[in-house]
């Protein structure tokens, strides 16, 4: 199993990026799928998930509201929708498929990672 992230680039605050988390093979299909980031010198933390169904998607509160996720099951394709961003948003995006149906916020819980993509929002 292979994802594939891209999207990444640079933004300005208050600006918007889409990122893409294509995967290699139907595995994701049953599976919940996450978004993850790790900037420099910081633990990876989890900004959002969908389950799937699609019914559930978790994100935390520091991006709630400026960050959608959605997926394309005929594509096997995971979308992250950012807005507003923060120059705090900077740091490599990581997408992962979950061992579960669900989409939880800890990292240990996937098992198939992208390479990452990087994020850089200038202020």
């Known amino acids: 199993v292979q994802l594939q992230a891209s999207g990444g680039g640079t933004a300005p605050a208050g600006g918007s990026l889409v990122l893409s988390c294509a995967a290699s093979k139907r595995t994701s299909s049953n599976n919940g799928v996450g978004w993850f980031r790790q900037a420099p010198g910081k633990e990876r933390e989890f900004v959002a998930g969908?389950?799937?169904?699609?019914?559930?998607?978790p994100y935390p509160d520091s991006v709630k509201g400026r960050f959608t996720i959605s997926r394309d099951r005929a594509k096997n394709t995971v979308f992250l929708q950012m807005s507003g961003l923060k120059p705090e948003d900077t740091a490599v995006y990581y997408c992962?498929?979950?061992?579960?149906?669900?989409?939880?916020?800890?990292?240990?819980?996937?098992?198939?990672w992208g390479q990452g993509t990087l994020v850089t929002v200038s202020s």
């Open positions: 969908i389950s799937w169904s699609g019914e559930s998607t």
């Open positions: 992962a498929v979950s061992r579960t149906s669900y989409a939880p916020t800890g990292y240990p819980q996937y098992n198939y």
